[in-house]
């Protein structure tokens, strides 16, 4: 079982930076895939960007060069770093952990992550 908080969510205008946390309950050293995703309302969720364990690291094309994902194996902690933030950003972001290897070289997929936080509201204003 795998628990996941993310935090540093919040309203920014647009061109702003927010960064995303999210701590793990379990050695993030260990999960092969975490990722980053997000729902805006009356939409479906979708990826924003992900990594597993051989090192790939994936974008959404919307999220390529505005938004960066790191982990700090450490802290037991995903991040999310988001530029030049746009008011089609906002949305609830989810972190994600999937601890098998389905999720391998496959990218922010939702269907193939399995352990979700509670989300963290962004809200980017014009």
């Known amino acids: 079982q795998v628990q996941l908080v993310e935090s540093g969510g919040g309203s920014v205008q647009a061109g702003g930076s927010l960064r995303l946390s999210c701590a793990s309950s379990t050695y993030t050293y260990t999960i092969p895939c975490m990722g980053w995703f997000r729902q805006a309302p009356a939409k479906e969720r979708e990826g924003v960007a992900s990594?597993?364990?051989?090192?790939?690291?994936r974008y959404t094309d919307f999220a390529e060069g505005r938004f960066t994902i790191s982990k700090d194996n450490a802290k037991n902690t995903l991040y999310l770093q988001m530029t030049s933030l746009k008011p089609e950003d906002t949305a609830m972001y989810y972190c994600?952990?999937?601890?098998?290897?389905?999720?391998?070289?496959?990218?922010?997929?939702?269907?193939?992550?399995?352990?979700w936080g509670q989300g963290t509201q962004v809200t980017v204003s014009s």
């Open positions: 990594f597993d364990s051989t090192g790939a690291i």
């Open positions: 994600a952990a999937e601890p098998t290897l389905r999720c391998q070289g496959r990218g922010p997929v939702p269907g193939l992550y399995n352990y």
